[in-house]
Protein backbone atom coordinates (compact mmCIF):
# COMPACT_ATOMS: atom_id res chain seq x y z
CA UNK A 1 0.00 0.00 0.00
CA UNK A 2 0.96 3.33 -0.92
CA UNK A 3 2.20 5.13 2.34
CA UNK A 4 2.15 8.61 2.63
CA UNK A 5 2.78 11.68 4.97
CA UNK A 6 -0.46 13.96 5.70
CA UNK A 7 -0.55 13.92 9.02
CA UNK A 8 2.35 13.66 11.88
CA UNK A 9 0.77 10.36 13.57
CA UNK A 10 1.21 8.50 9.74
CA UNK A 11 4.59 7.94 10.85
CA UNK A 12 5.23 5.54 14.00
CA UNK A 13 7.12 6.16 16.80
CA UNK A 14 10.13 4.02 15.45
CA UNK A 15 9.67 5.45 12.00
CA UNK A 16 9.66 8.83 13.35
CA UNK A 17 12.87 8.03 14.74
CA UNK A 18 14.22 5.98 11.83
CA UNK A 19 13.96 9.49 9.53
CA UNK A 20 15.38 11.63 12.17
CA UNK A 21 18.13 9.61 12.58
CA UNK A 22 18.75 9.57 8.73
CA UNK A 23 18.31 13.30 8.42
CA UNK A 24 20.83 13.43 11.00
CA UNK A 25 23.02 11.33 8.97
CA UNK A 26 22.30 13.19 5.78
CA UNK A 27 23.15 15.81 7.21
CA UNK A 28 26.86 14.64 7.45
CA UNK A 29 27.46 13.11 4.88
CA UNK A 30 24.84 13.84 2.25
CA UNK A 31 27.12 12.34 -0.49
CA UNK A 32 26.08 9.26 0.68
CA UNK A 33 22.86 9.72 -0.47
CA UNK A 34 23.40 11.60 -3.79
CA UNK A 35 21.80 8.74 -5.36
CA UNK A 36 18.48 7.62 -3.61
CA UNK A 37 16.37 9.72 -5.18
CA UNK A 38 18.16 8.78 -8.99
CA UNK A 39 15.46 8.74 -11.65
CA UNK A 40 12.57 9.98 -9.45
CA UNK A 41 10.56 12.62 -10.12
CA UNK A 42 8.93 14.97 -7.47
CA UNK A 43 5.67 16.97 -8.28
CA UNK A 44 5.24 20.02 -5.92
CA UNK A 45 1.86 21.58 -6.12
CA UNK A 46 1.52 24.82 -4.05
CA UNK A 47 -1.47 27.07 -3.73
CA UNK A 48 -0.11 29.11 -1.02
CA UNK A 49 3.49 31.35 -0.59
CA UNK A 50 6.72 29.41 0.44
CA UNK A 51 10.21 29.98 0.50
CA UNK A 52 11.79 27.26 2.54
CA UNK A 53 9.53 24.43 1.59
CA UNK A 54 9.48 25.07 -1.83
CA UNK A 55 13.39 25.28 -2.57
CA UNK A 56 14.15 22.68 0.48
CA UNK A 57 12.20 20.14 -1.24
CA UNK A 58 13.48 21.09 -4.61
CA UNK A 59 17.32 20.82 -3.64
CA UNK A 60 16.25 17.75 -1.87
CA UNK A 61 15.24 16.35 -4.48
CA UNK A 62 18.06 17.36 -6.74
CA UNK A 63 21.03 16.98 -4.21
CA UNK A 64 19.62 13.20 -4.31
CA UNK A 65 19.64 12.89 -7.78
CA UNK A 66 16.17 13.06 -8.93
CA UNK A 67 14.60 16.12 -10.15
CA UNK A 68 11.27 18.18 -8.85
CA UNK A 69 8.52 20.03 -10.29
CA UNK A 70 7.06 23.04 -8.98
CA UNK A 71 2.78 23.21 -9.74
CA UNK A 72 1.60 26.32 -8.86
CA UNK A 73 -1.94 26.35 -8.81
CA UNK A 74 -2.48 29.58 -10.51
CA UNK A 75 -0.74 27.67 -13.56
CA UNK A 76 -2.38 24.22 -13.18
CA UNK A 77 -6.16 23.02 -13.96
CA UNK A 78 -6.70 22.44 -10.47
CA UNK A 79 -6.85 26.27 -10.43
CA UNK A 80 -9.67 25.95 -12.84
CA UNK A 81 -12.21 23.54 -10.94
CA UNK A 82 -10.54 20.43 -12.18
CA UNK A 83 -11.04 18.34 -9.20
CA UNK A 84 -8.54 17.02 -6.58
CA UNK A 85 -8.98 13.43 -7.40
CA UNK A 86 -8.30 13.75 -11.33
CA UNK A 87 -5.42 16.19 -10.97
CA UNK A 88 -3.97 13.04 -8.41
CA UNK A 89 -5.03 10.38 -11.23
CA UNK A 90 -2.96 12.32 -13.80
CA UNK A 91 -0.04 13.13 -11.93
CA UNK A 92 0.48 10.04 -10.55
CA UNK A 93 0.89 8.30 -13.39
CA UNK A 94 3.96 10.88 -14.27
CA UNK A 95 4.94 11.18 -11.01
CA UNK A 96 7.14 9.18 -8.48
CA UNK A 97 6.20 11.66 -5.23
CA UNK A 98 4.12 14.76 -4.78
CA UNK A 99 4.15 17.53 -2.34
CA UNK A 100 1.19 19.89 -1.66
CA UNK A 101 0.67 22.93 0.09
CA UNK A 102 -2.82 23.88 0.32
CA UNK A 103 -5.72 25.32 2.26
CA UNK A 104 -8.69 22.58 3.19
CA UNK A 105 -6.99 19.15 5.16
CA UNK A 106 -9.43 17.40 3.03
CA UNK A 107 -7.76 18.75 0.16
CA UNK A 108 -4.71 16.89 1.24
CA UNK A 109 -6.75 13.55 2.04
CA UNK A 110 -8.17 13.89 -1.38
CA UNK A 111 -5.19 14.41 -3.44
CA UNK A 112 -3.38 11.06 -1.69
CA UNK A 113 -7.17 9.10 -1.93
CA UNK A 114 -6.54 9.16 -5.58
CA UNK A 115 -3.00 8.94 -5.71
CA UNK A 116 -0.56 6.13 -6.60
CA UNK A 117 2.24 7.65 -5.60
CA UNK A 118 3.38 8.82 -1.57
CA UNK A 119 1.39 12.64 -0.90
CA UNK A 120 3.42 14.77 1.28
CA UNK A 121 1.71 17.38 3.26
CA UNK A 122 3.36 20.51 2.88
CA UNK A 123 0.98 22.65 5.04
CA UNK A 124 -2.54 23.13 5.52
CA UNK A 125 -4.88 25.05 7.40
CA UNK A 126 -4.83 22.56 9.47
CA UNK A 127 -0.82 20.84 10.08
CA UNK A 128 2.11 21.29 9.69
CA UNK A 129 4.15 17.57 9.88
CA UNK A 130 7.67 18.34 7.74
CA UNK A 131 8.14 21.32 10.10
CA UNK A 132 8.41 19.31 12.97
CA UNK A 133 10.45 16.89 11.79
CA UNK A 134 12.60 19.35 11.26
CA UNK A 135 11.95 21.49 14.55
CA UNK A 136 12.74 17.82 16.39
CA UNK A 137 15.62 17.22 14.53
CA UNK A 138 16.75 20.71 15.75
CA UNK A 139 16.02 19.96 19.04
CA UNK A 140 17.98 16.77 19.27
CA UNK A 141 21.01 18.90 17.61
CA UNK A 142 20.68 21.45 20.68
CA UNK A 143 19.86 19.39 23.36
CA UNK A 144 20.83 15.49 23.24
CA UNK A 145 17.77 14.25 23.15
CA UNK A 146 13.79 14.56 22.78
CA UNK A 147 12.44 12.72 25.37
CA UNK A 148 12.23 14.67 28.31
CA UNK A 149 12.35 17.68 26.59
CA UNK A 150 9.53 20.48 27.40
CA UNK A 151 8.41 22.44 24.40
CA UNK A 152 6.93 25.94 25.21
CA UNK A 153 4.60 27.01 22.36
CA UNK A 154 2.94 31.14 22.72
CA UNK A 155 0.62 32.39 20.00
CA UNK A 156 -1.93 31.01 17.82
CA UNK A 157 -3.48 27.34 18.23
CA UNK A 158 -2.48 27.01 14.62
CA UNK A 159 -1.44 24.05 11.86
CA UNK A 160 1.93 24.64 13.52
CA UNK A 161 0.87 24.04 17.58
CA UNK A 162 -1.25 21.54 16.44
CA UNK A 163 1.18 19.29 14.32
CA UNK A 164 3.82 20.49 17.32
CA UNK A 165 1.58 18.20 19.83
CA UNK A 166 0.86 15.55 17.30
CA UNK A 167 4.53 14.87 16.51
CA UNK A 168 6.21 16.03 19.79
CA UNK A 169 3.87 13.41 21.48
CA UNK A 170 5.15 10.57 19.21
CA UNK A 171 8.82 11.61 20.02
CA UNK A 172 8.47 11.83 24.26
CA UNK A 173 8.63 16.27 23.90
CA UNK A 174 6.58 17.51 26.57
CA UNK A 175 4.19 20.35 24.55
CA UNK A 176 2.83 22.98 26.33
CA UNK A 177 0.70 25.28 24.17
CA UNK A 178 -0.11 29.03 25.55
CA UNK A 179 -2.74 30.81 23.36
CA UNK A 180 -5.19 34.06 24.13
CA UNK A 181 -8.27 31.90 25.56
CA UNK A 182 -9.93 32.21 21.67
CA UNK A 183 -7.43 31.03 19.98
CA UNK A 184 -6.95 27.80 21.75
CA UNK A 185 -6.00 24.53 19.09
CA UNK A 186 -8.74 22.40 18.38
CA UNK A 187 -10.01 19.72 20.75
CA UNK A 188 -9.80 16.87 18.43
CA UNK A 189 -6.04 17.38 17.97
CA UNK A 190 -5.70 17.81 21.43
CA UNK A 191 -7.09 14.68 22.22
CA UNK A 192 -5.40 13.07 19.71
CA UNK A 193 -2.10 14.23 20.74
CA UNK A 194 -2.87 13.25 24.48
CA UNK A 195 -3.90 9.97 23.83
CA UNK A 196 -0.54 9.36 21.48
CA UNK A 197 1.20 10.64 24.36
CA UNK A 198 0.42 7.96 26.55
CA UNK A 199 2.86 5.36 24.76
CA UNK A 200 6.03 8.17 24.84
CA UNK A 201 4.89 9.46 28.18
CA UNK A 202 4.72 13.14 27.25
CA UNK A 203 2.61 15.25 28.56
CA UNK A 204 0.63 17.81 26.10
CA UNK A 205 -0.78 20.64 28.27
CA UNK A 206 -3.01 23.63 26.60
CA UNK A 207 -3.26 26.52 28.87
CA UNK A 208 -3.87 30.81 28.54
CA UNK A 209 -1.02 31.57 31.18
CA UNK A 210 2.17 32.79 30.02
CA UNK A 211 3.65 31.62 33.61
CA UNK A 212 3.66 28.35 32.18
CA UNK A 213 7.00 29.27 29.76
CA UNK A 214 9.02 27.93 32.85
CA UNK A 215 10.64 25.39 33.13
CA UNK A 216 11.04 25.36 29.08
CA UNK A 217 13.95 23.64 27.38
CA UNK A 218 12.58 25.11 24.15
CA UNK A 219 10.35 28.23 23.40
CA UNK A 220 8.59 28.58 19.89
CA UNK A 221 6.58 31.39 18.12
CA UNK A 222 4.57 31.43 14.69
CA UNK A 223 3.21 34.54 13.39
CA UNK A 224 -0.43 35.33 14.32
CA UNK A 225 -2.18 35.77 11.22
CA UNK A 226 -1.58 32.62 9.47
CA UNK A 227 -1.48 32.32 5.63
CA UNK A 228 -4.79 32.67 4.25
CA UNK A 229 -6.14 35.06 7.75
CA UNK A 230 -4.24 37.92 5.92
CA UNK A 231 -7.76 40.39 6.61
CA UNK A 232 -7.58 39.19 10.10
CA UNK A 233 -4.16 40.77 10.49
CA UNK A 234 -4.97 43.92 12.84
CA UNK A 235 -8.04 42.15 14.79
CA UNK A 236 -4.93 39.16 15.58
CA UNK A 237 -2.59 42.24 16.77
CA UNK A 238 -4.93 43.31 19.01
CA UNK A 239 -5.80 40.09 20.31
CA UNK A 240 -2.96 38.38 20.48
CA UNK A 241 -1.02 41.57 22.31
CA UNK A 242 1.10 40.69 25.45
CA UNK A 243 2.19 37.12 23.70
CA UNK A 244 5.13 38.54 22.16
CA UNK A 245 8.47 36.00 23.11
CA UNK A 246 10.45 38.88 24.10
CA UNK A 247 13.31 39.18 26.40
CA UNK A 248 11.51 39.01 29.43
CA UNK A 249 9.49 36.13 28.10
CA UNK A 250 12.72 33.80 27.46
CA UNK A 251 14.17 34.78 31.01
CA UNK A 252 10.85 33.18 32.58
CA UNK A 253 12.28 29.62 30.57
CA UNK A 254 15.62 27.55 31.51
CA UNK A 255 18.66 29.72 31.09
CA UNK A 256 19.49 27.34 28.41
CA UNK A 257 16.81 27.33 26.34
CA UNK A 258 16.46 28.03 22.77
CA UNK A 259 14.53 29.84 20.76
CA UNK A 260 12.53 28.02 17.33
CA UNK A 261 10.16 29.75 15.01
CA UNK A 262 9.03 28.24 12.12
CA UNK A 263 9.68 30.98 9.80
CA UNK A 264 8.30 33.57 8.40
CA UNK A 265 8.46 35.53 11.27
CA UNK A 266 7.27 38.92 11.82
CA UNK A 267 10.19 41.15 14.43
CA UNK A 268 7.70 42.77 16.77
CA UNK A 269 4.78 40.72 16.86
CA UNK A 270 4.93 37.59 17.85
CA UNK A 271 8.64 37.73 18.33
CA UNK A 272 10.99 40.29 19.46
CA UNK A 273 14.12 41.11 17.25
CA UNK A 274 16.21 40.82 20.29
CA UNK A 275 15.15 37.00 20.99
CA UNK A 276 15.00 36.02 17.12
CA UNK A 277 18.74 37.46 16.81
CA UNK A 278 20.05 36.59 19.49
CA UNK A 279 22.51 34.08 21.54
CA UNK A 280 19.13 31.95 22.15
CA UNK A 281 18.17 31.29 18.80
CA UNK A 282 18.19 28.92 16.30
CA UNK A 283 15.58 29.56 13.83
CA UNK A 284 18.20 29.35 10.94
CA UNK A 285 19.69 25.85 11.47
CA UNK A 286 15.76 25.03 12.33
CA UNK A 287 15.05 26.31 8.39
CA UNK A 288 18.12 24.01 7.33
CA UNK A 289 17.14 20.95 9.10
CA UNK A 290 13.83 21.44 6.69
CA UNK A 291 16.21 19.89 4.01
CA UNK A 292 17.39 16.91 5.81
CA UNK A 293 14.46 15.70 7.30
CA UNK A 294 12.50 16.02 4.35
CA UNK A 295 15.18 13.90 2.39
CA UNK A 296 15.03 11.55 4.69
CA UNK A 297 11.26 11.87 4.69
CA UNK A 298 10.86 11.38 1.00
CA UNK A 299 13.71 8.33 0.91
CA UNK A 300 11.41 6.79 3.72
CA UNK A 301 8.17 7.05 1.64
CA UNK A 302 9.76 5.95 -1.58
CA UNK A 303 11.30 2.54 0.10
CA UNK A 304 7.71 2.00 1.58
CA UNK A 305 5.47 1.67 -1.44
N1 LIG B 1 8.30 27.34 7.54
C1 LIG B 1 7.83 27.26 6.28
O1 LIG B 1 7.07 26.33 5.94
O2 LIG B 1 8.25 28.24 5.45
P1 LIG B 1 7.73 28.57 3.98
O3 LIG B 1 6.30 29.09 4.15
O4 LIG B 1 8.66 29.61 3.47
O5 LIG B 1 7.73 27.31 3.18
N1 LIG C 1 1.09 29.20 10.55
C1 LIG C 1 1.83 29.68 9.41
C2 LIG C 1 3.02 28.80 9.16
C3 LIG C 1 3.89 29.23 8.01
C4 LIG C 1 5.05 28.30 7.78
C5 LIG C 1 0.92 29.70 8.19
O1 LIG C 1 0.13 28.76 8.02
O2 LIG C 1 0.96 30.67 7.44
Request: net charge neutral.
Amino acid sequence: MTRHFLRDLDLSAAEQTLVLDRAAHMKQRPEAYAQAMRGKVLGMIFQKSSTRTRVSFEAGAIQMGGQAIFLSSRDIQIGRGEPITDTAKVLSRYLDILMIRTYKHEEVQGLASASRVPVINGLDDLLHPCQILADLQTIKENRGTLAGQTLVYVGDGNNMAHSMMLGGALAGVNVRIITPREYAPKDEIVREAQTAAKASGAKIEVCHDLGAVEGADVVYTDVWASMGQEEEQAKRVRDFSGFQVDGRLMKRAKPDAIFLHCLPAHRGEEVSAEVIDGPQSRVFDQAENRLHAQKALMTFLLENR
